[in-house]
């Protein structure tokens, strides 16, 4: 039972933001995935285990994705 406890806490939405994540929202409050889905000057919130941070997009790049 410790470990399936522990698994849900390791994937748990808070257990993931603990370890250093962030979850992007935009404007409208749904869940920003790609950065394709943002362009220059759009507002986002970052949200942290501990707090949020409202932001404006200056800049975006689109990296390639490898597909291991």
């Given at each position: 039972?410790?470990?399936?406890?522990?698994?849900?806490?390791?994937?748990?939405?808070?257990g993931?933001?603990?370890?250093?994540?962030?979850?992007?929202?935009?404007?409208?409050?749904?869940?920003?995935?790609?950065?394709?889905?943002?362009?220059?000057?759009?507002?986002?919130?970052?949200?942290?285990?501990?707090?949020?941070?409202?932001?404006?997009?200056?800049?975006?790049?689109?990296?390639?994705?490898?597909?291991?």
């Open positions: 039972l410790g470990r399936v406890a522990g698994k849900l806490e390791a994937l748990s939405p808070l993931v933001l603990s370890r250093g994540y962030a979850l992007v929202q935009n404007d409208e409050g749904h869940v920003v995935s790609s950065a394709r889905e943002l362009t220059v000057g759009d507002r986002a919130t970052l949200r942290f285990v501990d707090g949020r941070a409202e932001v404006s997009v200056i800049n975006t790049e689109m990296e390639a994705m490898s597909h291991e």
